[in-house]
């Protein structure tokens, strides 16, 4: 005894450091780390940890064996059958599946990789639609083998069997032919009580989330804000943020006519109206400019000059060389922004 705790204590020691020793830890699985969280709140906790995962990849796995011998022995005699093929086809992929579900959490726990697939099946929807189709497609694949297994004519009497003419061979390995597909419809039937707790885990789970999600009030509703926990904006709270005039857009509340082009062309050219509607340069006054006056350009300049203003212009020089006259107090000007006034023949008498 002596002699073998001294041969213990000469045994080398690894180090946490040493690639052995990281190898065992990346494979120690570590359930307080993990993409899908623990719930704590009831005692079915989360499909991903209490389901039964590694079970229903186990009895999948057996029965694709056992299909498999079945599948090879009707290749030797004659030749694979449909429902044989098309069973194979489901057990191969509720295994990927399953494969699929459980691999993807743990190597995002372990490694931090496959993010993309980690995050939908953190959804609660994208588990439970996965969870039925699998549960599906156990469902059929049992019914087919069992319907199968349990209704053969040559696995109740050898000499019944269609391919009875094949020989003695044939006959003495039907037994062990129709005990493989008697084994596979139970695996196959384990395997989907797997799958059925897994679906009922998740159904729960997504009842409760359902649960938890507030109902739906429309916009419009005048307790909206009250009753809900979410606040949903309205027109009436965006139109209240906005401010009650603007320089460049103005109240629609104006009359017809010109005035929205008169207060853009005032706010931008510093320019005033007098009591006539006659324009006057703000500057020739010593009016101050408004804010931004002196950084538009030539096309802010041409769009806002008033478009009648040179038809105003040669009105008046045509009437002061005719020696035509207005009264005192009425300028020739246009009213409403409409077309300027006729002049009126004050020079003439009769």
Not at 324 to 330: C, F, K, L, N, R
Request: proline share 7%; charged share 20%; aromatic share 14%.
């Amino acid at each position: 005894m002596e002699k073998f705790r001294n041969l213990t204590f000469q045994l080398p020691t690894f180090s946490s450091s040493s690639p052995s020793a990281k190898l065992s830890k990346a494979f120690k699985f570590n359930s307080d780390h993990h993409v899908l969280p623990r719930t704590r709140t009831s005692a079915s906790g989360n499909p991903f940890d209490d389901g039964p995962n590694l079970e229903e990849m186990f009895f999948t796995f057996l029965a694709i064996c056992t299909m498999g011998a079945v599948a090879a022995f009707q290749g030797k005699w004659f030749a694979v059958s449909g429902g044989t093929g098309f069973t194979l086809f489901l057990l191969l992929l509720s295994f990927f599946l399953t494969s699929f579900l459980l691999l993807v959490p743990l190597t995002y726990d372990r490694w931090d990789a496959l993010k993309r697939p980690a995050q939908f099946l953190h959804q609660t929807r994208s588990r439970f639609i996965l969870h039925a189709f699998g549960t599906g497609v156990m469902l059929l694949a049992s019914f087919i083998v069992t319907i199968s297994a349990w209704t053969e004519a040559g696995c109740k009497n050898a000499d019944d069997d269609p391919h009875a003419k094949l020989g003695d061979s044939f006959k003495q390995g039907l037994s062990q032919w129709c005990t493989n597909k008697k084994a596979t419809a139970v695996f196959e039937w384990l395997s989907f009580a797997a799958w059925l707790v897994l679906f009922i885990l998740t159904s729960l789970t997504f009842r409760r989330e359902r649960r938890r999600e507030p109902s739906f009030i429309p916009p419009s509703s005048p307790h909206a804000d009250d009753s809900a926990p979410y606040r949903y904006g309205t027109d009436d709270d965006q139109d209240a943020e906005k401010p009650e005039s603007d320089v460049y857009f103005p109240s629609y509340e104006a009359p017809y006519g010109y005035t929205r082009s008169d207060k853009m062309m005032t706010a931008q050219t510093g320019a005033r109206t007098n009591g006539n509607g006659e324009y006057i340069d703000g500057k020739a006054i010593g009016l101050p400019a408004s804010r931004g006056s002196e950084e538009r350009s030539r096309t802010m300049q041409l769009a806002f000059n008033d478009p009648y203003a040179q038809v105003r212009a040669s009105l008046s020089t045509e009437a002061a060389d005719r020696g035509y006259s207005t009264p005192a107090g009425q300028p020739l000007s246009h009213y409403h922004a409409t077309l300027p006034n006729p002049p009126l023949y004050g020079a003439y008498n009769v």
